[in-house]
């Protein structure tokens, strides 16, 4: 299984970014795709998760009403719609997906290998 992730860049403050992250393999079943991100110098933080059974998505508070997270089940794909970005948004997103690969019986977490996002004048 691999997590291919793209979109990130250079903005400036109050600009918007769309990071795109596509699952691909031998996937039984996906419970859920999010993203993560880690700044420089601190832990890596949840950002936005989607469950695949359940329609509200969480998100952590800093980026609620500017950040919007998006599945396309069909293209085992995950977006994060990013707004309103500010310096403090820079960061490495990483995609992540809970899922099972082939006969499998457990969930595993697969991660993509991270997207740079700089916001900065």
């Known amino acids: 299984v691999q997590l291919q992730a793209s979109g990130g860049g250079l903005v400036q403050p109050g600009g918007s970014l769309r990071l795109s992250c596509i699952a691909s393999?031998?996937?039984?079943?996906?419970?859920?795709m999010g993203w993560y991100r880690q700044a420089p110098g601190k832990q890596r933080e949840l950002v936005a998760k989607?469950?695949?059974?359940?329609?509200?998505?969480t998100y952590v508070d800093s980026v609620k009403g500017r950040f919007t997270i998006s599945r396309d089940n069909a293209k085992n794909t995950v977006y994060l719609q990013m707004n309103s970005l500010k310096p403090e948004d820079t960061a490495v997103y990483y995609c992540?997906?809970?899922?099972?690969?082939?006969?499998?019986?457990?969930?595993?977490?697969?991660w993509g290998q991270g997207t740079l996002v700089t916001v900065s004048s």
């Open positions: 393999g031998n996937i039984f079943r996906i419970m859920a």
């Open positions: 989607s469950y695949t059974d359940e329609d509200t998505p």
């Open positions: 992540n997906a809970d899922l099972r690969v082939g006969a499998a019986l457990q969930y595993s977490a697969y």
